[in-house]
């Protein structure tokens, strides 16, 4: 079982009007950015900046929460690539959680799924990496 004990209190960012984000972070296991909205052509940028100064904290793990996002296509899946590309570089295992059924669509006829580890929820994303963590401690 894992319990979330958070080190810091959620920041809720508006990034746009449309679009905001909420930043947990889970006791030296992970960041929790959850996106709520949509993301739109003029989204693109910033969400790719606040998925970028999450990772310069350097989190052992960034989950991204798509639980509240109304709308993704080819401009939220291009920041989610970009944001995927920068984890990868800084060392940072990049994961999502609990797609929507539009989003998961979009996922799946453009591949990406097979690009993502995608998990049915943010509980299990962290349940996953405590496992994990558990076994190479």
Same mark, same amino acid.
Not at 54 to 57: D, E, K, L, S
């Given at each position: 079982m894992v319990s979330i004990? $958070? =080190?810091a209190p959620d920041r809720? +960012?508006?990034? =746009?009007? +449309?679009?905001?984000? @909420?930043?947990? &972070?889970v006791d030296g296991q992970a960041v929790i950015?959850?996106? %709520?909205? $949509?993301? %739109?052509l003029e989204d693109r940028q910033p969400l790719q900046q606040a998925l970028a100064r &999450?990772?310069?904290?350097r989190p052992p793990q960034l989950i991204v929460d798509l639980t509240g996002l109304a709308f993704c296509h080819s401009v939220c899946l291009n920041a989610l690539? @970009?944001?995927?590309?920068r984890a990868k570089a800084a060392g940072v295992e990049m994961v999502l959680a609990a797609?929507?059924? +539009? @989003?998961r669509r979009v996922l799946e006829i @453009?591949?990406? %799924?097979?690009?993502?580890?995608? !998990?049915?929820? &943010?509980?299990?994303?962290l349940a996953d990496t !405590?496992?994990?963590?558990r076994q190479t401690g």
């Open positions: 004990r $958070e =080190t809720l +960012q508006h990034l =746009t009007p +449309q679009l905001r984000a @909420t930043t947990t &972070v950015v959850r996106l %709520d909205g $949509e993301v %739109d &999450v990772m310069q904290t690539l @970009t944001a995927r590309r797609p929507p059924p +539009q @989003t @453009t591949g990406t %799924d097979q690009v993502f580890t995608i !998990y049915s929820s &943010v509980r299990t994303a !405590y496992a994990a963590s």
